[in-house]
């Protein structure tokens, strides 16, 4: 899978930060890996709160928020296999920096629809990140485990550009993409250097 033909992802990570900074740490990416689950279920639910009427949304998000606990879950199941524990939250720079691009005000269309290319935005860097160590890491259950992931990120980035697509009235969300996907590139500069799905 190409991420500059499929994710448009126009700055990818570097092999080497598997390497070099996962492989000293496999506790510190797999605790956090399961808070970016448990975070992309809060997502869906609160797009679900936000949007009751969007019965196509609901349903959805529905079927979104329990394959995100799924994989928190999975994830959690190897954290005790490997005799870690979970440990507090950590702090996502990444998410919280792209959280600035998101429009405040202007309407509840454009809200709405820049939650939602917000979303595919993080599902297409994580696809990407889930890709790399998939490919790269040296242990084979996490190598086989975040193949699987990839490729479910990869369902979730398309179906968030889906929905923008679909609630979108007079909001040109190609447009609005190329300007995530050229702000991310910005962001993603400062991160692939600690051992964090997103850092």
Known sequence: MSEKTILKLQLPTDP???KNVVESNIQELLIDHAYCEQKAA???????????NLSDLVQQMIALVQEEMDHFKRVHEIILKRGYVLGKERK???????RKFIIIGGGREAQLIDRLLFSAMIEARSC???????ENINDDE????YHELMISEATHYT???GLARKYAETIDVDKRWKDFLTYEAQVV???????????
């Open 92 to 98: 996502d720079d990444y998410v919280n920096e792209l």
């Open 189 to 199: 500069k400062n991160y692939g250097k600690s051992e964090t799905i997103h850092g």
């Open 159 to 161: 179906m968030f550009i």
């Open 128 to 134: 990407e990140r889930f890709k790399v160590l998939s």
């Open 16 to 18: 080497l930060w598997v």
């Open 42 to 52: 809060t997502n869906g639910i609160t797009l679900i709160v936000q949007n009751p």
């Open 142 to 145: 996490l190598s086989a485990f």
